[in-house]
Nanobody, 117 residues
Framework: QVQLVESGGGLVQPGGSLRLSCVAS??????????MGWYRQAPGKQRELVARITSGGSTKYADSVKGRFTISRDIAKNTVYLQMNSLKPEDTAVFYC?????????WGQGTQVTVSS
C-alpha cells in the first residue's frame, strides 16, 4: 500500500525554483502527529536529510540548504511541501519524502530533481 506520493520534481536551471509535494495516505489525525521530512540521494552518495518538520512545527535543515529551502505542511491536505529556491547543480538528486510515526519510518518512491543549464 502506497502511503507517500511525491510530485514536483523536474529539470531546472541553476538559480531556479521548484516546489516538491508529498501526500500522505493516512488519517488526518495520524498525519498531524507525524514528523514529516525530505531526504535526498545523489548518485554515488549516501541518502541525507534535507529538512524535517515535527508535529509541533519545529523545523530542521541541512546546512547546505539553509536559507534556500523551506519545509511546510498543510494538515487539511495531508501534504508536506519543500520549497526550493536558488537551486544549484549540487542539489541534483532523487528526493524522498518520509514520515515518522510511532518509531517507524515510511518512505515515498522518490522524485528526481536535476539542476542543470
Amino acid at each position: 500500500q502506497v502511503q507517500l506520493v511525491e510530485s514536483g520534481g523536474g529539470l531546472v536551471q541553476p538559480g531556479g525554483s521548484l516546489r516538491l509535494s508529498c501526500v500522505a495516505s493516512v488519517s488526518r489525525s495520524i498525519f498531524s502527529i507525524s514528523t514529516m521530512g525530505w531526504y535526498r540521494q545523489a548518485p554515488g552518495k549516501q541518502r541525507e536529510l534535507v529538512a524535517r518538520i515535527t508535529s509541533g512545527g519545529s523545523t530542521k535543515y541541512a546546512d547546505s540548504v539553509k536559507g534556500r529551502f523551506t519545509i511546510s505542511r498543510d494538515i487539511a491536505k495531508n501534504t508536506v511541501y519543500l520549497q526550493m529556491n536558488s537551486l544549484k547543480p549540487e542539489d541534483t538528486a532523487v528526493f524522498y519524502c518520509y514520515r515518522n510515526y510511532a518509531g517507524f519510518d515510511y518512505w515515498g518512491q522518490g522524485t528526481q530533481v536535476t539542476v542543470s543549464s
